[in-house]
């Protein structure tokens, strides 16, 4: 397997509010102005150390999600003189949702196995790796307590982060979205959350095509999960993790992991 997705067009309305106390350059928040959170300039866009890392971990085929309107990204890379990764585009013609997106990369996979990831969050490569080496669907759930711990993510937003149950085989049963305090507080321990790193096979665009839109009004990608549990066979081996997750939703947030990603050197 060396398909990954990384889903680039989310609206960003968190990144665009203002923030005074975050002390951005210029540059830094003339891109902020614009939501496009993979773009933030850390000597160069964040999605670069995105690509980076997972060229790292063994992928060299990118498929870059984006809408109509993001003519930075594609410009931006279509430019590029890449030596590890190829980068190709898919575009999401409308924001319906993160299971939209996904299935927006269904030509690009041509029936493969892909990596999904976030644009706004950087990995380990341990994370990556361990679903490149994964026989079949499957997701990364990261420790609770490690995110608290060594990730740049406040307590506040980690404790919305959807919740991952897995059975005694280690599959996925289910995902808890926006568990409260009394969830969490009833949920054994430890904890283990999603950070939208999945393993998926082509099972999972019957899945997206298939669900309705949720509360808020969007296809979900857990609700696509969860259709393909329940309906159409499908295991997903839930790889345990105590590794850190950069996490880049809001302005107050690119301090932080500019620090942490200072001494990494990008290759694409």
């Known amino acids: 397997m060396d398909k990954a997705v990384i889903l680039a067009r989310g609206l960003g309305t968190r990144m665009q509010e203002p923030d005074d106390s975050a002390r951005l350059t210029e540059e830094q928040n003339a891109v ?6 993979a773009m933030i300039p850390i000597d160069r866009p964040f999605l670069d150390y995105v690509i980076s890392a997972l060229a790292d971990a063994g992928y060299r085929r990118i498929c870059l999600v984006i809408g109509p309107e993001n003519d930075e990204i594609r410009d931006y890379y279509a430019s590029l ?3 590890r990764v190829n980068i190709e585009f898919a575009v999401q013609a409308k924001p319906l949702g993160t299971s939209d997106a996904v299935a927006a990369a ?5 029936g493969e196995d892909f990596l999904v990831v976030n644009s706004d969050n950087y990995y380990t490569l341990q994370a990556l790796k361990s679903l490149h080496e994964l026989d079949g669907p499957g997701l990364v759930a990261f420790d609770r307590e490690a995110l608290l711990a060594d990730s740049n993510i406040p307590p506040e937003r980690i404790e919305k982060f959807a919740i991952v149950q897995a059975d005694s085989d280690g ?6 979205e926006k568990p409260g305090s009394s969830v ?4 054994p321990k430890p904890i283990y959350v999603s950070m939208n790193c999945w393993r998926f096979n082509s099972a999972i665009f019957r899945a997206c095509r298939s669900i309705s839109p949720s509360a808020r009004g969007e296809l979900e990608l857990p609700d696509a999960v969860q ?5 159409l066979g499908q295991r997903f081996h839930v790889v345990q993790l105590r590794a850190p997750v950069l ?5 107050e947030d690119i301090k932080s992991v500019a620090a942490a990603l200072a001494d990494v050197e990008v290759s694409l």
């Open 32 to 37: 902020a102005k614009t939501g496009v959170k």
């Open 81 to 83: 003189d890449c030596q």
């Open 106 to 110: 269904e030509q690009f996979t041509a």
């Open 171 to 176: 599959c996925l049963t289910q995902i808890i």
């Open 184 to 187: 969490i507080a009833s949920v």
């Open 227 to 231: 259709y393909a549990i329940d309906h």
């Open 247 to 251: 996490d880049m939703s809001g302005r």
